[in-house]
């Protein structure tokens, strides 16, 4: 079991041995966001930005437009949303090299209630120009997928989970970027998912295969740009296409697949993820249960769709 | 590069802010009008810029946060050579690089996209930062419309280049007295006069931990002090307060919110013009004569 954060501390440390130009800035979150292993370690790389999250990517911007390679470590609902017109309009618009490490996504947040969790920030982000939204799966991943990032110019999301969870990416995985990810062959249905809800989605698959349903599972990291090929291909070679994610059901991943499949491959499909709600707060099993993301929601919607058919 | 000499190019922008903005059938000039002197004095002799190599990391930068005012940056960085001054006469127009509001992807010269208010002083903050990381001496240069101060971002940024003691970052306060459309006075709507969009600056932004310099924005001389003593300012950053006048030069437009954004007609663009090359008139008889 690993965080997805505690890798991001260190592997912010890292690609600031790695490369001079890294930077980031904290909005005061440093401890949550596991940003403080950057503040021991090297403190001339880490900026204190306080308490205010739109000069947060202002100062970002400019920080960029000189040539250096900044960070900005918040949470996903404060970037998403609060900064919305800054990123747009400094960051987005411009091109500029500027990394949203969006943490605490999703509805697992440990106790917040609704105010600090984003059920929508895949939406709103994957609808800017320019923007490149990424979600990993588990701790090595987001590591993998932080240095592959280091190597892109221009700005990027990336959707970072709070919780340890079990890891399915193998150590020395490479990420690319754009590239989705055939973590199970099936032929009956195409499982395809992002970000955390993979793991429940494989444990779902076992669950399905026992139950004779073959399924694929494809593993989407990169929600844009999206790896088309690979959603058209997983929509041929099984019948139906069951997306699932940690977020709404308008415009994140099953949106994004949506759009595709009805162009490019018109198939039978069905979304999973949060149906116009917000969360609230609780033990991430309850959570997981009431939002209907768990491994047995997954399996009855994979059902329902299959027996539809 | 003399003060006469500075104060005329002021004028000269305005010229082509007024052909520019006639030639596209609407922009902004009351804010330009109140910017242009200073925008020639940082241009022409206290910006350490390159026209020729735009792109040059040690270079001043310049943000012009109230970006709605870009037809003027435009203006004087075509006078300074950065692109063809005829250019002018594609503002605004479909496949411009000359945007309604400065788009620093297109433009060589531009430092920052702005135009959404109050965004501007934070990317300053970043480009000092990031010249003190980079142990690079240039200058960052922020001008900021008294309007846009109502914004909560700008006082973010405020409080944290005081507390990062950046010292390398000027913020210019183009200190106008009017807005787009603006607060009642005691006679409510009525009228063209409004009440200002900020009252006690100088006492704000010393609150905030700045080193304030008050100036009167179109003196060149005076502005070009009030530059050189925030460069000589050591230990904090600097808020140039320049006392100007929305739509100065002319007469119809002077201290009247409603040429903040407005088409301008042949005869007005006539009378403008004519009221400028009055102005200029003595002053180019000086400049010859030396």
Same mark, same amino acid.
């Given at each position: 079991m690993l965080a997805q954060r505690d890798s991001f501390g260190e592997t912010i440390v890292d690609l600031c041995d790695l490369d001079p130009r890294v930077v980031l800035l904290d909005g005061d979150l440093a401890n949550s966001t596991k940003s403080d292993k950057l503040a021991s370690a090297r403190p001339d790389r880490f900026f204190m930005m306080g308490i205010a999250e739109q000069n947060l990517v202002g100062v970002a911007a400019g920080m960029a437009s000189v040539g250096l390679k900044p960070w900005v470590a918040s949470f996903a609902a404060f970037i998403a949303t609060r900064d919305l017109d800054q990123i747009r309009v400094v960051v987005a618009q411009p091109k500029l090299n500027v990394r949203f490490?969006?943490? &605490?996504? /999703?509805? %697992? $947040? =440990? &106790? +917040? =209630?609704? +105010?600090?969790?984003?059920? *929508?920030d895949i939406a709103i982000m994957r609808s800017l120009p320019n923007m490149v939204v990424v979600a990993p799966c588990d701790a090595v991943e987001a590591r993998a997928a932080m240095f592959a990032l280091n190597d892109y110019e221009g700005p990027v999301y990336l959707r970072l989970t709070r919780d340890p969870a079990g890891v399915v990416t193998a150590a020395d995985h490479r990420f690319e970027l754009g590239h989705a990810l055939l973590l199970r062959e099936g032929s009956d249905i195409g499982l395809i998912s992002t970000g955390g809800q993979t793991l429940r989605v494989l444990d779902a698959a076992e669950t399905l295969e026992r139950d004779n349903i073959s399924a694929m599972v494809l593993h989407v990291p990169t929600i844009k740009p999206l790896d088309v090929d690979a959603v058209v291909a997983a929509a041929a070679a099984t019948r139906c296409i069951l997306t699932c994610e940690e977020h709404s059901v308008f415009g994140g991943l099953g949106g994004a697949v949506a759009e595709v499949l009805c162009e490019r491959q018109p198939t039978r499909m069905q979304r999973l993820g949060l149906r116009d709600v917000d969360g609230e707060s609780g033990p991430n099993d309850a959570l997981i249960e009431k939002y209907g993301l768990s491994s047995a929601h997954v399996v009855k919607a994979a059902k329902e769709l299959w027996s539809s058919l | 590069m003399t003060v006469d000499e500075l104060q005329r190019l002021g004028n000269d922008i305005r010229r082509h802010v007024l052909r520019a903005v006639h030639h596209a059938g609407a922009g902004h000039i009351g804010g330009v009008f109140s910017a242009a002197d200073m925008l020639a004095a940082l241009y022409f002799s206290e910006l350490r810029i390159d026209p020729q190599r735009p792109h040059l990391e040690s270079r001043d930068r310049f943000i012009l946060s109230k970006g709605h005012c870009g037809i003027g940056l435009y203006a004087v960085l075509a006078m300074r050579g950065y692109f063809p001054v005829d250019e002018l006469f594609t503002f605004d127009a479909i496949d411009s690089r000359l945007q309604g509001h400065p788009d620093m992807t297109k433009l060589p010269g531009l430092d920052m996209s702005t135009g959404? %208010? /109050?965004?501007g002083l934070s990317p300053g903050v970043g480009m000092a930062l990031g010249a003190r990381f980079l142990h690079s001496d240039f200058q960052t240069w922020v001008m900021i419309g008294d309007g846009e101060t109502q914004e909560g971002q700008i006082w973010e940024a405020a409080f944290t280049a005081a507390r990062y003691q950046l010292a390398n970052l000027t913020a210019i306060l183009d200190w106008n007295h009017l807005q787009q459309f603006g607060w009642p006075t005691s006679q409510g709507y009525a009228g063209v006069a409004r009440r200002d969009p900020t009252e006690s600056p100088a006492q704000k932004w010393r609150a905030f931990g700045w080193n304030v310099i008050e100036c009167d924005g179109h003196d060149v001389a005076d502005f070009r002090r009030a530059c050189d003593r925030a460069r000589r300012t050591l230990d904090r950053p600097t808020l140039i307060l320049a006392r100007t006048i929305k739509g100065k030069g002319i007469s119809f437009m002077e *201290?009247? &919110? $409603?040429?903040?954004?407005r088409p301008i007609s042949d005869e007005d663009l006539a009378a403008a013009l004519g009221e400028l090359d009055r102005a200029d008139e003595p002053q180019r008889t000086r400049v010859e004569r030396s």
């Open positions: 490490a969006a943490h &605490y996504s /999703g509805i %697992l $947040t =440990g &106790y +917040t =209630g609704r +105010t600090h969790q984003v059920v *929508n | 959404s %208010l /109050g965004q *201290n009247d &919110y $409603t040429w903040h954004s």
